[in-house]
């Protein structure tokens, strides 16, 4: 049942990431998005080149959860984003709250299920991977 779980998180957070990403390349370029966003969040991106970023790392990262391919690194990629659309969408745009919600109990079991991955980033004093002299 925990790998069906972590199958499920993965493919839908994958899903909706590269289809988030794709969304704003074609917000980027001009045309109207086939998905909904959220006006307020637009708004953040003043300047161009932080929603050409995000969003690229949103393709870059959906790909890889979709693939199975480094998905610790697409997980430590998405944790600050997801925690910003949950964020925004919990004080300021409440237009898609649900969606927000979900990704972060996806991403948050997806934590949980790798949680062995993150632990040595969390030592107090880390053992060198390298031999000092």
Not at 58 to 86: D, H, K, M, Y
Request: net charge positive; aromatic share 12%; with cysteine.
């Amino acid at each position: 049942m925990k790998k069906i779980l972590m199958q499920v998180s993965r493919l839908f957070l994958g899903v909706v990431f590269l289809g988030a990403g794709l969304n704003g390349y074609v917000v980027i370029f001009g045309f109207d998005p086939f998905a909904p966003t959220s006006p307020e969040a637009m708004a953040l991106f003043e300047f161009k080149y932080l929603l050409i970023t995000e969003k690229t790392l949103e393709i870059l990262c959906g790909i890889l959860l979709l693939t199975n391919q480094f998905v610790p690194l697409a997980i430590a990629i998405l944790s600050p984003i997801v925690a910003n659309i949950f964020l925004l969408h919990l004080f300021i745009d409440h237009s898609l709250l649900l969606l927000a919600i979900m990704l972060s109990i996806a991403l948050g079991y997806l934590l949980f299920y790798y949680r062995k991955n993150f632990m040595r980033i969390l030592e107090r004093k880390p053992k060198p991977s390298i031999k000092e002299d």
